[in-house]
């Protein structure tokens, strides 16, 4: 079985992002983020996205997330492609490697 832990989710809307969780946790798990980046143990989504479009230019980012999967902590970013397609980007967070990536459907 998969061990994982999501941290809060991090929606990207049209004009900005919001941190997406239930109220009771979200304090809880951006001070955990900030942590974690504090002690440069992850790197800030910013670095992580950009390195993304140098590395995949196009597409829409739909979602990221922080979770902690076997050990490792990984962001997932949802990437619609401009062909329709959402493909689910896994990179390290801490070096920021590429570490997984998944086709999901077409979206309508």
Same mark, same amino acid.
């Given at each position: 079985m998969r061990h994982r832990r999501k941290l809060a989710p /991090? %929606? &990207?809307l049209l004009a900005g992002l919001s941190l997406a969780a239930a109220p009771a946790t979200?304090? +809880?798990d951006h001070n955990e983020i900030? *942590?974690? *980046?504090?002690?440069? *143990? /992850? %790197?800030?989504?910013? @670095? /992580?996205i950009a390195n993304h479009r140098r590395d995949y230019p196009g597409g829409k980012l739909l979602e990221a997330e922080l979770e902690f999967e076997r050990g490792h902590y990984v962001y997932e970013l949802m990437i619609l492609e401009e062909n329709g397609v959402v *493909?689910?980007?896994?990179?390290?967070? @801490? +070096?920021?490697?590429? &570490?997984?990536l998944h086709s999901a459907k077409e979206h309508d």
């Amino acid at each position: 079985m998969r061990h994982r832990r999501k941290l809060a989710p /991090i %929606l &990207w809307l049209l004009a900005g992002l919001s941190l997406a969780a239930a109220p009771a946790t979200a304090d +809880s798990d951006h001070n955990e983020i900030r *942590r974690l *980046r504090q002690a440069k *143990r /992850i %790197l800030a989504l910013d @670095t /992580i996205i950009a390195n993304h479009r140098r590395d995949y230019p196009g597409g829409k980012l739909l979602e990221a997330e922080l979770e902690f999967e076997r050990g490792h902590y990984v962001y997932e970013l949802m990437i619609l492609e401009e062909n329709g397609v959402v *493909r689910e980007f896994e990179y390290d967070a @801490t +070096s920021g490697e590429l &570490w997984r990536l998944h086709s999901a459907k077409e979206h309508d």
